[in-house]
């Protein structure tokens, strides 16, 4: 068997995932990521359990990464960058930029398993995120869960009484081009209900939507669950905007009661936007050098056969982990046809 | 048998990089040092660097040390590095045990004092655990490059050919007559302009000719035991004949069924199913005419009445609307609770039928049916037509009603889940959605599951799931032999009662009940019998070493290797 | 009973618990020092015998940290321990010791801050309750 090696470009979940199956099929490989973690998006994720596990899987990649530091097949360089490709398909060479220092490294077969960036809320100044302390972003509230344990106003600190999930920020907008649905927002939203309201039942959660996306095996269960729990209320409505002030823990909005049909107005505590995912600026480099083709919305698409170079995970569109790990492992058995099989 | 003054304990205390520095200062080294049966205490700045790797290798080769304690950060760090050591120094892997106090001393207690007070008492109580400790040994079984899949349809077509590429040998099994399963019906892909028809029948032909594949079809599955590396699936064929097929790991792909209504009002002509749908379009449009040769002019997909949280009705319906809004100029119609555009590409997909002029009613109460001119009146009250407490019903009068057929476990499952000893949740569909199973990996080791068998999915998505499987498999294949510690239950065959707990509450399988036992602790004195008794027996390849069984067992027959009772007992001592 | 410093017995599942413990560390989360962690393969491993040994041991309190339910690598392993601790209530309650002496968490491995919340609130509520009857 002739030597193989893959260079997985990107250390998220994708990425560590197909490092993780290719090891133990005995197939070496070098993760290269360019922050000093692994785990991308998705390392700062929190749990999302209520009563009992709400299938968020943001533990499964705390354990993979947990796992791939095990595994003495896969070097990890975090703080690192790709700084160039040359070579052929199945005999690459990389050059890769590590803590100041260049280093070469063959491989056989890439990876690229990028990512995505999420949505800055800020380009939607209407919500007033970045303006108004009590407006959040779902990744602020993820930030806020796992370190803290439980969600408060940034304003002051204190449990909020009424928080207001907003739906499809920066996803199905045609006003910003984002002719694409995230997939995951509005799970992960009831999710945050679920568990917030687990853990102070005083909270009451709104929900305002378009339509609502299903999502994974579970997920029809999870609705179930929320449609008859009465301190959540799912509006299918979304506000266009929202008005406060910078401490304003009374953040007014108006929307449409869906029961009556009338515009009503409330006012909420706490607003958290559902950003959704956008194609990666800080990958464009590497996309272009390597030739990989994009779609309509900016994501991946799988280079010719035979190139020798393969994605994984949301750079190709939006997804969730489940999905993502699902891909990388089906990249990894790809990858390891390529490479002659075992 | 080893006693408490055989035990010569090395202590090695790593400094993690300085950020154990306030805790182990001479005054801790000394009291290490003198904790009985500890022969040697060495520090380093950094345990887990090659510099750090070569001082604890030189020193239990050289030394007289039989099992060591590591001092410093979570076990989690340093276990993979056991097993090198092990292989450097001679030492079991096993007879390393490792003083927490870093992640669970040094940074919850802020107090340096009182940490120090605490690390000792830690680091005295795994020295005294340590003297507990036994070596456990590795084995290895020879695993075949071959595998089952069980189920003909596009995934488990997909998941052979993932395999037989890989060179592992494939028998595919299915209860049909032919492999090729329900996705057969689509005509046209959402998302890619390529024909299905021809992309299919390339997989079927490549599955049938594939020199590592071996299709057998109209088979009924009889039997299954085994574990990994030697699982055996008892088959009967078409013709009564009953045959042993074996693989070193299975994939179970044996879909969903679905299930249509009939009744009633639904019974009549212009209600037709999304396949039948897919079969007018497939045939260029021809059929899109009613019995008198009229054509169909209005047609209405109605959704969401099943299937709610499952894409793929609605996937196919916008990819329907859009084919026959631009390919043959009908009225379209699509009624929904929600429009799920939750797949790549479909938001675009939605806009343009919009833009063409297809129609999307919204709905929260259920639409209602009736008969009217010989097509269906489809009462919908549009949820977007409710203004100041008033709503408004919207009546469509279509030619053909497309109705979403349910879709439900295959009537399979209860026998396969039954037959392969794999969970079977309320719901009805295989293996329990457990996030920690990462979707493909069922309960066993060595089985795998793939597509709609654990819950329906687009053909995408299913497909991914194969390849998937298919990975997992041939991890396992990988080396043609598993390798395994012994680091799991083990049953004493003299004090088990054969009351069968334990095989049922393995959440892996693992446990046999077998005829290899010559006495038990139970026999009445005086008797002289001859035969082999029945035991439990643990197969070691097929334990995850959990220890359910261990605290399950009336009487106490299982244990643990790599952690016992005394073990855990003596963690507990104030 | 001013100084009494409740000594709190945490057994903790290898796949959750023991390293959401890590993970509160990680935090830098202030923690009782009369905690004492066990680390067990999987919840399912602890027999109602070790819970009963902790208690006669000394422990005031025990906790068991478990998985989320529908999240256990051993797929039941966080429901068997929860039955056996039903079971050892009853014991409990016939020989007086109080309820709240014993109680379950469950926690994902990211549960750091979940980990150290319940083994503050333990501490906070044996102090109230005072020592272990039985020591």
Request: glycine fraction near 8%.
């Amino acid at each position: 068997m002739k030597d193989r090696n893959v260079l997985v470009i990107g250390g998220g979940i994708a990425g560590v995932t197909a490092a993780l199956e290719l090891a133990e099929m005995g197939i070496p490989s070098t993760i290269v990521e360019r922050e000093n973690r692994l785990g991308g998006q998705a390392s700062v994720f929190a749990c999302k359990a209520s009563e009992k596990c709400n299938k968020c899987f943001a533990c499964v990649v705390d354990n993979q990464i947990q796992e791939v530091n095990r595994r003495p097949q896969v070097k990890i360089m975090t703080e690192s960058t790709l700084g160039g490709i040359s070579g052929e398909p199945g005999r690459f060479k990389a050059e890769i930029q590590s803590n100041g220092h260049k280093i070469l490294l063959d491989a056989s077969a890439l990876l690229v398993a990028t990512g995505v960036d999420f949505f800055d809320a800020r380009r939607k100044p209407e919500y007033g995120y970045g303006i108004f302390q009590n407006v959040i972003t779902a990744h602020d509230l993820d930030e806020m869960l796992r370190s803290r344990g439980g969600v408060c106003r940034p304003s002051d600190g204190q449990v909020p009484s009424k928080i207001a999930f907003f739906q499809c920020v920066g996803s199905r907008d045609e006003t910003i081009g984002h002719l694409w649905c995230s997939k995951v927002c509005c799970a992960y939203a009831l999710r945050f209900m679920k568990a917030i309201r687990h853990g102070n039942p005083e909270i009451q959660t709104s929900f305002f939507y378009i339509d609502i996306q299903p999502l994974g095996r579970s997920f029809e269960s999870l609705l179930q669950s929320c449609r008859q729990d009465e301190g959540m209320r799912l509006i299918r409505s979304l506000p266009s905007k929202i008005y406060g002030h910078k401490k304003s823990i009374d953040l007014r909005m108006r929307f449409i009661n869906p029961d009556s049909g009338e515009i009503v107005e409330e006012g909420f505590d706490l607003v958290v936007l559902s950003i959704g995912m956008t194609p990666r600026q800080d990958s464009e480099g590497i996309a272009n050098f390597l030739q990989i083709p994009k779609n309509e919305e900016g994501f991946y698409r799988s280079p010719p056969e035979n190139s020798g170079v393969f994605l994984s995970g949301a750079c190709k569109g939006p997804r969730d982990i489940g999905s993502s790990m699902v891909d990388a492992k089906a990249t990894a058995q790809k990858i390891v046809l390529y490479l002659g099989g075992i | 048998m080893r006693s408490a003054d055989d035990c010569r304990i090395a202590v090695f205390v790593d400094r993690c990089g300085g950020t154990l520095s306030h805790l182990i200062d001479e005054e801790m080294i000394q009291y290490v040092s003198r904790l009985p049966q500890v022969v040697s205490c060495d520090q380093d700045e950094n345990l887990s660097s090659p510099e750090g790797f070569e001082m604890l290798v030189s020193r239990l080769t050289k030394g007289k040390a039989d099992r060591a304690v590591i001092v410093g950060a979570s076990p989690k760090a340093y276990e993979e590095s056991f097993r090198h050591l092990g292989v450097a120094t001679g030492l079991n892997p096993y007879m390393f045990l490792v003083a927490n106090v870093r992640e669970q001393v040094a940074w919850i207690i802020q107090d340096d004092k009182r940490a120090r007070e605490k690390a000792k008492a830690i680091i005295a109580k795994k020295v005294k655990e340590a003297s507990l400790l036994s070596p456990i040994g590795r084995e290895k079984i020879g695993v075949p490059k071959e595998a089952l899949v069980i189920g003909g349809g596009i995934v488990g077509i997909r998941a052979a050919l993932a395999l037989a590429d890989a060179n592992i040998g494939v028998t595919l099994l299915t209860r049909a007559g032919d492999i090729g399963g329900k996705a057969i019906q689509l005509t046209h892909f959402y998302d890619r302009p390529d024909d299905v028809s021809s992309w299919f029948m390339k997989q079927i032909e490549r599955a049938k000719k594939h020199p590592k594949i071996d299709v057998k079809t109209s088979v009924e599955l009889k039997g299954f035991e085994g574990y990994l590396g030697d699982y055996r699936v008892t088959i009967r064929g078409p013709l009564g004949k009953r045959e042993v097929v074996k693989g070193s790991a299975v994939l179970l792909t044996s879909g969903y069924d679905v299930v249509s209504n009939t009744e009633g009002i639904f019974g009549h002509r212009c209600f037709i199913s999304p396949s039948q749908m897919e079969a007018m379009l497939g045939d260029g449009g021809k059929s899109l005419m009613d019995e008198k040769g009229k054509p169909i002019k209005t047609v209405t997909f109605v959704l969401d009445l099943v299937n709610e949280t499952i894409k793929i009705d609605s996937a196919n319906a916008v990819k329907n609307a859009l084919l026959l809004k631009k390919d043959h100029d009908r009225m379209v119609y699509v009624v929904c609770r929600d429009i799920k555009v939750s797949l790549d590409g479909m938001e675009r997909q939605y806009r343009k039928a919009r833009e063409m002029g297809v129609i999307f009613i919204k709905y929260d109460d259920p639409p209602r049916f009736s008969l009217v001119n010989g097509g269906v009146n489809v009462q919908v009250k549009e949820v977007s037509t409710r203004v100041m407490g008033q709503e408004y019903t919207v009546s469509i009068l279509s030619d053909l009603v497309v109705m979403s057929e349910k879709f439900v476990p295959s009537k399979d499952n209860e026998m396969l889940a039954t037959i392969l000893d794999v969970p079977l949740p309320q719901e009805g569909y295989l293996m329990d959605d457990n996030p920690q199973f990462t979707q493909v990996r069922a309960n066993r080791r060595g089985i795998f599951l793939a597509g709609g068998c654990r819950y329906p999915q687009t053909l995408d998505e299913a497909l991914v799931e194969a390849e998937a499987a298919a990975s997992g498999v041939t991890q396992l294949l990988s080396q043609g032999v598993y390798e395994y510690d012994l680091a799991v239950a083990e049953i004493d065959p003299a004090k088990c009662a054969a009351c069968l707990t334990c095989p049922r509450v393995c959440p892996h399988s693992a446990i046999v009940v077998e005829q290899y036992a010559e006495r038990n602790i139970y026999i009445t004195a005086g008797y002289e019998g001859d035969f082999t008794w029945r035991a439990a027996r643990v197969l070691p390849t097929q334990c995850y070493g959990c220890g359910i069984c261990v605290s399950s067992c009336p009487t106490k027959a299982i244990s643990l290797k790599h952690l016992t009772d005394a073990e855990i007992s003596l963690q507990m001592e104030g | 009973m001013a100084s009494f410093s409740p000594r709190i017995v945490a057994f903790c599942c290898d796949k959750s618990g023991y390293v959401a413990a890590d993970m509160a560390g990680k935090l830098g989360i202030s923690l009782p020092e009369s905690l004492d962690i066990i680390r067990v393969p999987c919840a399912g491993r602890i027999d109602a015998l070790h819970m009963l040994q902790a208690l006669e041991n000394g422990a005031d309190g025990v906790l068991i940290f478990a998985c989320h339910e529908e999240n256990c690598q051993s797929l039941t392993g966080n429901l068997m321990v929860k039955a056996r601790m039903g079971y050892v209530y009853g014991i409990m309650e016939k020989i007086g010791l109080e309820r709240e002496r014993l109680e379950l968490c469950n926690v994902a491995t990211n549960n750091g801050a979940k980990f150290a919340e319940a083994v503050q609130k333990k501490f906070e509520d044996l102090k109230r309750l005072g020592p272990s009857p039985v020591k």
